[in-house]
């Protein structure tokens, strides 16, 4: 019996693939531009059905890939049936209003895939859990909430004006806020931070009172980073009850577990950072933990590696290690033997990062307050005990026409984004009292990009080379540059930041609204959302099959590659398929030189090419910068040696690699016998769809 074969429909139905459909169209088109059929469209008909059959032998065809096959067809001589066809199709959606895709109204002509992120996480949904809301109205829904707050400075501020330049902002994708404000402004959550730091201290009280708050803030939407190097370490005299301490590493697995069962009724998985200090006795515990199958899977965890460790390293000199309770030395280790470890650990398993609290300290202006200790879970955004921080991405690829950047439109997008997270602090409804205290009293905002490896293609330059960086430079020094003279400006008319004074910008400027106004996020889903690639990462594939709900998988092939194919003359269904088995153009003959060079994905690229971008952005980054060094499963350890040294003396704020099957069943990337397959909300590098923010 012959198997049936189905096709996806614009709205995620399914139907049987029917022949006939496309014959009566092909025929009708035919006639239109006076060209003589005699059953050719029977034979263009078949032909597709065969393609359809070999092509997509375990996946399920869309209506827009065969819609592409006729396409392919009706070149040359047949290419005004080709126009004629257009009009057929459009003559048939007439009067059919906005298309629908898991029964969400698309209102604003958005991929698929997007559509299936906003309807599982943003969308709000009445009581029997059914949408009600479409992408326009969200968009709407958030930008009344955040120009609210306008009122406070201005009472005679037109609110609906400010609203239209916020939705206008959102709508064109060309920016886009952080998860929790998509999700929650304007409802009666209101909680609309990405990124928390929560403290602990050294006893049974202050640490489960950091996992309730922990709780909450994942109850919320949020993201959590932790410090647990001033826990004392495993074997260590507990003085109340003359017991013995169980270390840093057993506390972590409370707090996994806490994130695990709030995850479980939540739209949003919690995601938490764990950093302890290379000095504390209990290293190579932490540094370990992750090779153990089940372990601590809602942490990415990082060492904080000093300046001094780092130049121990270096010098191949003795290393301590330090009781945090008692400040004396309990055992001496080679710190090269100790960073070898760590490297051999990231190998293995993808953890642990490195992050370099002595440049993010130097380098912080609200110094004063004490020093920082940890991040949000991705990496990007040290913060103070109980910070919070808005972040929003502004999508490059969406500036980039004819070959050069829209520089004054640009500077239009970034201050209507710094304007537009400043008044977030003012909209957010904050899950505890010490963190409104602290994060209004020093505005830290994170405006970041997104859509960088697009705007490069756009711009014909190839990701891996010096023109990259130093248009990097150029771009990265821009934004943060117009970014300042926003926050200058706003500070003009609302004040600078309660904490101004005993910082360090007074040294520099006579006021400024925000302590810290950019940061680079890595944009898992919000990319998804804006049809961008994530963060300043390359491509993570030119063509791959997303899995987006059970049973559904889609193919997908980068916009830009298909429109420079078609240019060309060399795109085929059939190209698209076979570039889909790897994700890489490199090696298919097809594609021109030119193409592969500037198609470069980030497996084909040479990690030091990854490192050198990342401290490109981090130059002009205030706060700090998310990015994942992709390496191949052929990589060795030596591999993620030297790309931990090169961050460090590039003056990264932290690196994380991540090597292709050091995931194993949990990653997110698949490059299979058939396709490379992605789960639904990968959106590049390391961080795993849901434990990006």
Known sequence: MQKVLLVRKRDGTLQEFSKDKIIHGLELSFKDAKIKEDGLAKKIANDIEKELTQHFATLIPRTEDIHDLIEEHLTGKLAPAWKAWLAYRAKQKEGLGFR???????????????????????????????????????????????????????????LKKLEDEFYQLMSSLDFLPNTPTLMNAGTALGQLSACYVLPIGDSLAEIFDAVKNMALIHQSGGGTGFSFTKLRPR????????????????????????????????????????????????????????????????????????????????KDTDWHLVNPRTKKTVRTVKARELFDLICNYAWRTGDPGLVFLDEINRLNPTAPLGPIESTNPCGEQPLHPYESCNLGSINLGNFAKNGKPEWERLRKTVRTA?????????????????????????????????????????????????????FADKLMKFVNDEARKMSIELAAKR??????????????????????????????????????????????AVSYVRQVMEGTQLPEVHPLFVEQAKEKGFHSKALMMRIAKDGSVQRVPQVPKGIKRLFVTSFDIDPEWHVKMQAAFQKWTDNAVSKTVNLPERARPEDVKKIYQLAWKLKCKGITIYRYGSKGQTQVLNLTQDVVKAESEYGGGKCEGEICF
């Open 100 to 158: 629908t895709f898991l029964g969400i109204r698309d209102d604003l002509g958005l991929t698929p895939n997007a559509l299936k992120v906003l309807a599982r996480r943003y969308l709000l949904r009445n009581d029997q859990g059914a949408i009600i809301e479409t992408p326009i109205r969200l968009f709407r829904r958030v930008a009344k909430a955040i120009a609210a707050p306008e009122k406070l400075y201005d009472p005679k501020a037109n």
């Open 235 to 314: 074997g260590d005299i507990v003085q109340s009850t003359k017991g013995v301490a169980s270390g840093p590493v057993s506390f972590m697995r409370c707090f996994d577990t806490v994130t695990d069962v709030i995850k479980q009724g939540g739209r949003r998985r919690g995601a938490n950072m764990g950093i302890l200090n290379a000095d504390h006795p209990d290293i190579i515990d932490f540094t370990t933990i992750k090779a153990k199958p089940g372990q601590l899977e809602n942490f990415n965890i990082s060492i904080a590696a000093s300046d001094a460790f780092m130049h121990a390293v270096d």
């Open 418 to 470: 710094v304007h537009f997270l400043d008044n977030v602090i003012d909209a957010n409804k904050y899950p505890l009292t010490q963190t409104e205290q602290i994060t209004k009293a020093n505005r830290r905002i994170g405006l970041g990009v997104m859509g960088f490896a697009d705007m490069l293609i756009k711009l014909g330059i190839p990701y891996d080379s010096s023109q990259a960086l130093t």
């Open 495 to 540: 004040g600078s930041f309660p904490n101004f004074a005993s910082s360090t910008w007074p040294k520099k400027v006579k006021m400024i609204r925000n302590a810290t106004i950019t940061t680079v996020a890595p944009t898992g889903t919000i990319s998804i959302i804006a049809n961008a690639s994530s963060g300043i990462e390359p491509l993570f």
